[in-house]
C-alpha cells in the first residue's frame, strides 16, 4: 500500500524537551511538507521540501527545524524554542514541478505538552 | 498579504439538498484552485482540482467552480448526504509553492 505514515498518533512531552515527529513516504514523490493546525483553524505551513537535502520555511518556522536526508522521510523537531508546541501535526507530500498535483497527507501526530 | 476565506460558520443542510461552499481569495494569480476534505482527527483528503480556464469540473456529486474575474470558487455537493459531513478547505494554488489551505468550512448534513 502506497500513503504516508507518521508516527505516533499522540505524542505527550513536558515543556523544555525537544521532541521529533516521523514522516515517512512511499509515493516516490519529491516534495514534502509540514503543517500544523489548530482547534477549530485552517493549515499552516511550518517548512517544505522539494528535493532531498533541501528545504525552505513556511509561515511559521519558528521554533521548528527539519531535515531531508532521505527521499522518503522527513522529520520535523519541535524545539523547546516554539512557544506554543501543543497542536495537530500534519505531514504531507506530492509530485514536484511545474503544474498542479494534489497533495497527500498522513494520518497526523496530536501534540501534547504540558 | 495573501488571504484566503471560507465560511467559518458551519453550514447545516438537510439530507438530499445541495449544499454550496464558497473560498473567496485576494492578493493571488492561482492557475489552479484545489478542495480537500477533512474528518475531524484526520489529515485531509484531495477530492477535486480545477484549473483557471476550466469554469466548471464535476465529479460524482461534486461540481466546483472557478471564477478568476471574481476570485471566487463555489463547491456544491448536490444530493448530500449524512455521510457529507466533514469540513471542507479549499486550495488555491500556484503550482509553484507548497499549498495554502483556507480556514475550512464545516457541513452538517442533517438525516
Known amino acids: 500500500d502506497g500513503g504516508i505514515t507518521q508516527s505516533p498518533k499522540y505524542l505527550f512531552r513536558k515543556e523544555g524537551q525537544n521532541v521529533t515527529l516521523s514522516c515517512e513516504q512511499n509515493l516516490n514523490h519529491d516534495a514534502m511538507y509540514w503543517y500544523r493546525q489548530d482547534p477549530g483553524q485552517g493549515l499552516r505551513l511550518i517548512y517544505y521540501?522539494?528535493?532531498?537535502?533541501?528545504?525552505q520555511k513556511g509561515d511559521i518556522a519558528e521554533g521548528y527545524s527539519v531535515s531531508r536526508e532521505k527521499k522518503e522521510s522527513f522529520p520535523l523537531t519541535v524545539t523547546s524554542a516554539q512557544k506554543n508546541p501543543t497542536a495537530f501535526y500534519l505531514c504531507?507530500?506530492?509530485?514536484?514541478?511545474?503544474?498542479?498535483?494534489?497533495?497527500?497527507f498522513g494520518p497526523g501526530t496530536r501534540l501534547t505538552v504540558t | 498579504s495573501q488571504k484566503i476565506e471560507q465560511n467559518s460558520e458551519a453550514l447545516n443542510i438537510q439530507e438530499g439538498k445541495t449544499a454550496t461552499l464558497t473560498c473567496n481569495y485576494t492578493?493571488?494569480?492561482?492557475?489552479?484552485l484545489q478542495w480537500y476534505r477533512q474528518d475531524p482527527g484526520r489529515g485531509p483528503v484531495f477530492l477535486l482540482l480545477i484549473r483557471e480556464n476550466e469554469k466548471e469540473k464535476r465529479k460524482e456529486r461534486l461540481k466546483v467552480t472557478f471564477d478568476t474575474t471574481l476570485k471566487q470558487s463555489l463547491f456544491h455537493i448536490t444530493a448530500s448526504q449524512p455521510a457529507d459531513s466533514a469540513t471542507y478547505l479549499c486550495a488555491p494554488d500556484t503550482g509553484r509553492r507548497a499549498l495554502t489551505f483556507g480556514s475550512g468550512t464545516r457541513l452538517q448534513v442533517q438525516p
Open positions: 504531507a507530500s506530492r509530485t514536484s514541478g511545474t503544474g498542479a498535483y494534489e497533495q497527500y
Open positions: 521540501s522539494q528535493i532531498v537535502n533541501d528545504f
Open positions: 492578493n493571488y494569480s492561482p492557475a489552479y
